[in-house]
């Protein structure tokens, strides 16, 4: 698809890890390898604009390099954990929206108060 969500689940995840951009960026949706560096020049452009914003600022961190989406899904992990609900982290946005809502609620370590279960590996 080419939509660009893998692009600010890398910045979100590069911000809460430390990670650099080289190491936070995938392929997303299979790019070339020139998309790859050019997806990795933004990410890490967009980490030195951003890079006042606390890691542990995750309302300031979804405010400036996240979206509506992501936003609406760390609504939906933190309303099933705090209902004991089942949360299915599928890929790298939920992933990374898990680390907003973990950040956002500290006492959600590993959401224990909810079920998460983690379906697969991508990025």
Request: aromatic letters at 6%; proline letters at 2%; a positive charge.
């Amino acid at each position: 698809m080419g939509i660009s969500n893998t692009t600010a689940s890398a910045l979100m995840t590069a911000k809460f890890a430390g990670l650099t951009a080289e190491e936070a960026t995938g392929r997303g949706t299979n790019i070339s390898d020139e998309r790859l560096k050019l997806k990795q020049r933004i990410v890490h452009d967009v980490l030195v604009k951003y890079k006042d914003i606390p890691k542990d600022d995750a309302i300031g961190i979804l405010a400036a390099v996240g979206g509506f989406e992501f936003t609406c899904i760390v609504g939906v992990i933190l309303g099933a954990a705090a209902h004991h609900g089942m949360v299915i982290i599928d890929g790298f946005n939920t992933s990374a929206c898990a680390l907003v809502a973990k950040t956002l609620v500290p006492s959600l370590h590993g959401l224990r108060y909810g079920l998460s279960f983690i379906c697969r590996k991508s990025g």
